[in-house]
Every structure is written in C-alpha cells, then in structure tokens.
T-cell receptor
C-alpha cells in the first residue's frame, strides 16, 4: 500500500462543474502539498498546508490531520484546469516529499 | 528573481552510458531536491542537498549520485544507465530544507 493514495485516478468533468480530488496518507506529516503538472512535465506548487483550509482563486485545499486526509476543490472548473493534480506529504523527520500517483483531470468545454 | 531551471530539456542515451543533469535553483534557495518520475506515476524522491551536503536519500542505487555547488546549483549523475532509468527528472529548490519547493521544468531522459 502506498503511503499516499489519491482518488480518483482519472476525472472528467464539464466546464463549470465543482471538482473534488482526495488524498489519504498513512504516515505522520509536517506538511502536505498540492501540485499541478501540465503536459510536458512542469510542476507548479498550488498549496502547502499543515492544518485547516487555504483558498486561492477558484482553488480550495483542506486538510484533516486526525483523519489523515486532504481534499483539493476546484470551483467553476474550466478547460485550462485540465492537468494532473498531485498530492505530496513531508514526513515529521527529514524533508523528503512522498508523492501520490496523481489525478488526471480533464475538463471539457 | 529567476525560477528553477534545468538542462538539458531532453536527452537520449544508450544502456551503459553515463548522464549528467543540471539544475539551477531559485535565487536565494540553498536546498535542492531531485525526483524521478516514470511515465504515469508520481515523482519518487532521489536525494536532497542542503548547503553542499547530501541531506537525505531515497531508495535509489549508488549509481545515482549528486553534487551541489557553492552557488547552490546542483547536478544529478547516473552511471551505467538502464532502460528503466527512462523518466522525467525533476529538481526542486527551497529556501529551507523543509520549506515550500519550487520545481523546475524537468529533463526527459530516454535510455535505449
């Protein structure tokens, strides 16, 4: 079992829909990252959080430390949101990141 | 402020050869982490360098080695290349060893 599990693996939505991507982890963490990866490989860091909730534009990330679970929400989705969304956690000792396998999101117009 | 850059962008090698990938960290960042991302998978941690010293290593064999220079740029060297080494290699820099990481665009390596 991977230390970081994401669901769903693939997600197709219509423009305007509300989207949720989930991440569960099995280890103690000091921080959780949500990352966006476009075709071609470049990775952009969306959020780093260790508690509560963060919002940036149409993106919202939440984390529940007790349940070892985080969600990434996209409101009013748009075709340009199509990308792979990756959850990564940093353990309590050391600074290495452990990544989920990513969620491929496709938003159709 | 310049972002993280990597070179080359693409590279083709044959089995048994050696390769060096390069990463320039974001201005002011003293920590560089390297990751390998196979097709369709999430990145895997290779190692991290902090102030020119290795600061953690993932489950990769010794033929994966690295360096960090006084200007905090970094190299990833892979010896005796194998077909399974074909992947996207990402570096990420951060201001602190445990801080937010800023990723470069990656180097796509194909081993034939």
């Amino acid at each position: 079992k991977n230390e970081v599990e994401q669901s769903p693996q693939n997600l197709t939505a219509q423009e305007g829909e509300f989207i949720t991507i989930n991440c569960s982890y099995s280890v103690g963490i000091s921080a959780l990252h949500w990352l966006q990866q476009h075709p071609g490989g470049g990775i952009v860091s969306l959020f780093m959080l260790s508690s509560g909730k963060k919002k940036h534009g149409r993106l919202i990330a939440t984390i529940n430390i007790q349940e070892k679970h985080s969600s990434l929400h996209i409101t009013a989705s748009h075709p340009r949101d199509s990308a792979v969304y990756i959850c990564a956690v940093r353990g309590t000792s050391g600074s290495r990141l452990t990544f989920g396998e990513g969620t491929q999101l496709t938003v159709n117009p | 402020e310049t972002g993280v850059t990597q070179s080359p962008t693409h590279l083709i090698k044959t089995r048994g050869q050696q390769v060096t990938l390069r990463c320039s960290s974001q201005s002011g960042h003293n920590t560089v982490s390297w990751y390998q991302q196979a097709l369709g998978q999430g990145p895997q941690f290779i190692f991290q360098y902090y102030r020119e010293e290795e600061n953690g290593r993932g489950n990769f064999p010794p033929r994966f080695s690295g360096l960090q220079f006084p200007n905090y740029s970094s190299e990833l060297n892979v010896n005796a290349l194998e077909l399974d080494d074909s992947a996207l290699y990402l570096c990420a820099s951060s201001l602190l060893a445990g801080g937010a990481q800023y990723f470069g665009p990656g180097t796509r390596l194909l081993v034939l």
